[in-house]
């Protein structure tokens, strides 16, 4: 079975289990080459719906996680993205498709070498004209293209860093997962026009933690 046939067999079993449910984030999962975006070695396992190690103790979050939290967060065409943790750049790649031409991704990674796989696997399938890598401290965002309309955060933070609320545009969204070290809970945040903020949350999860200045510290996980 070729890795397409394998795409769409996943993408059926996740819409099957209630898990994709938006036209646009299905599309983005059938058109994004997720063997693009694991380790060689790895390739056989892209569609196995499972995290996979991408090295320096990181790895590229199971594709029902990805759904749920590109559901959650809810991209539209023409929409300026805001990525904290870049990984191997396949949710940065789900995002682009979604956003198109009209819209980009700005993506944050601390660690450069994961930064620059991200680049890579980006550029090989396309996406890194839709895709601003960036290395640094994602807890504090990226206040150069603020405002955002979608910050996403694929590692788990103690609380909701605060430059990340700053830097969210009127009407906005945010999608992260909130707790501890070993175990979170997704926060969807919604920033009204007049400034005030709802939270709700999401389902439970485990992500690797955000280490940053507003996350946690390399001596607390």
């Known amino acids: 079975m070729g890795f397409e046939e394998e795409r769409r067999?996943?993408?059926?079993?996740?819409?099957?289990?209630?898990?994709?449910?938006?036209?646009?984030?299905?599309?983005?999962?059938l058109k994004v080459p997720r063997e693009e975006f694991v380790p060689r070695h790895l390739k056989r396992l892209a569609y196995a719906d499972m995290p996979l190690p991408i090295g320096h103790g990181q790895t590229i979050s199971a594709p029902h996680m990805v759904a749920i939290m590109t559901e959650a967060l809810a991209p539209?065409?023409?929409?300026?993205?805001?990525?904290?943790?870049?990984?191997?750049?396949?949710?940065?790649a789900?995002?682009?498709?979604?956003?198109?031409?009209?819209?980009?991704?700005?993506?944050?990674?601390?660690?450069?070498?994961?930064a620059e796989f991200a680049r890579e696997n980006l550029r090989r399938t396309s996406y890194a004209r839709r895709v601003?890598?960036?290395?640094?401290?994602?807890?504090?965002?990226?206040?150069d293209a603020m405002?955002?309309?979608?910050?996403?955060?694929?590692?788990?933070a103690p609380d909701v860093p605060e430059p990340l609320i700053e830097q969210l545009a009127p009407g906005g969204r945010l999608v992260i997962?909130?707790?501890?070290?070993?175990?979170?809970?997704?926060?969807?945040?919604?920033?009204r026009h007049d400034g005030s903020?709802?939270?709700?949350?999401?389902?439970?999860?485990?992500?690797?933690?955000?280490?940053?200045?507003?996350?946690?510290r390399e001596r607390d996980h």
């Open 177 to 191: 997962p909130v707790g501890d070290s070993f175990t979170q809970r997704l926060l969807i945040l919604e920033k």
């Open 9 to 29: 067999r996943l993408v059926s079993k996740l819409i099957r289990e209630g898990i994709l449910k938006s036209k646009e984030v299905i599309d983005a999962f």
């Open 132 to 143: 601003t890598v960036i290395v640094g401290d994602g807890s504090k965002g990226y206040p």
């Open 94 to 114: 789900i995002l682009a498709e979604i956003v198109g031409d009209e819209g980009h991704v700005w993506t944050i990674e601390r660690i450069p070498a994961l």
């Open 147 to 156: 405002p955002y309309d979608r910050i996403i955060v694929t590692a788990a």
């Open 197 to 216: 903020i709802i939270k709700r949350w999401g389902t439970y999860c485990v992500f690797v933690p955000l280490i940053g200045e507003y996350g946690f």
């Open 76 to 92: 539209r065409k023409g929409n300026k993205v805001l990525e904290v943790g870049t990984g191997s750049g396949y949710q940065a």
